[in-house]
């Protein structure tokens, strides 16, 4: 079975500086990876996907992550945190075998100060 | 485009009482899912329909119900509410053929049970 741990429950950051969110992902079988996004009392919008081309993967509003089979991470960043950055962010993985569906890791909160 | 349409967006219930929350996507998916998010949790799956006829249990199916009345639509039942059941539900969908399984995502059904 696949899973994720997403460390830092809670992160913050100054206005301008760089954003690091860190995933780590547990699969016996190639995975597909995302993150999404989450703002106040909305559901959840996809930001970028890793799906076995690129390493590196660009997503929108300036994120990008970085598929690394060594250290099964996928961490997300951003050169320039900028307010309207603040949300929840979800790392999922999911492989092509058995139930196929999303497994989620628990969060982390981006707070943007000014 | 209305996408993945969640109603009620918002609902109180007594303990023992019954409810379903409705889903229904105008995208023509073949997949849809029924999360759950809780604080700390991330989202964790419910009860998933790869298609039409076909539903399947997730991780937490314990207390629900599901139905995939159609393609467009997926319901998810609660017979006798319990203050566990507290939480906010999110309906989603996968695109037809997706080999990725990104999924999108309503805006999501707060449910309070007390």
């Known amino acids: 079975a696949q899973s994720v741990t997403q460390l830092g429950s809670h992160v913050s950051v100054s206005e301008g500086a760089l954003v690091l969110l860190r995933c780590n992902y547990s699969?016996?079988?190639?995975?597909?990876l995302f993150w999404y996004v989450q703002y106040p009392n909305q559901g959840l919008q996809l930001l970028l996907k890793y799906t076995s081309a690129a390493t590196l993967v660009k997503g929108i509003n300036g994120f990008e992550a970085e598929f690394k089979k060594s250290e099964t991470s996928f961490h997300l960043t951003k050169p320039s945190a900028h307010m309207s950055d603040a949300a929840e962010y979800f790392c999922?993985?999911?492989?092509?075998?058995?139930?196929?569906?999303?497994?989620f890791g628990s969060g982390t909160r981006l707070q943007v100060q000014p | 485009n209305a996408g993945v349409t969640q109603t009620p967006k918002f609902q109180v219930l007594k303990t023992g009482q019954s409810m379903t929350l409705q889903c229904a996507q105008d995208?023509?998916?073949?997949?849809m899912y029924w999360y759950r998010q809780d604080p700390g949790m991330g989202l964790r799956l419910i009860y998933y329909?790869?298609?039409?006829?076909?539903?399947d249990k997730g991780e937490v199916p314990n207390g629900y119900n599901v139905s995939r009345l159609n393609k467009r639509e997926f319901s998810l039942r609660l017979e006798s509410a319990a203050p566990s059941q507290t939480s906010v539900y999110f309906c989603?969908?996968?695109?037809?053929?997706?080999?990725?399984?990104?999924?999108?995502f309503g805006e999501g059904s707060r449910l309070t049970v007390l």
């Open positions: 699969s016996s079988v190639p995975p597909y």
């Open positions: 995208m023509n998916h073949n997949s």
């Open positions: 999922a993985v999911r492989v092509n075998t058995g139930r196929r569906a999303l497994t």
């Open positions: 329909s790869a298609s039409e006829g076909t539903t």
């Open positions: 989603a969908s996968k695109p037809q053929g997706s080999n990725t399984g990104e999924l999108f």
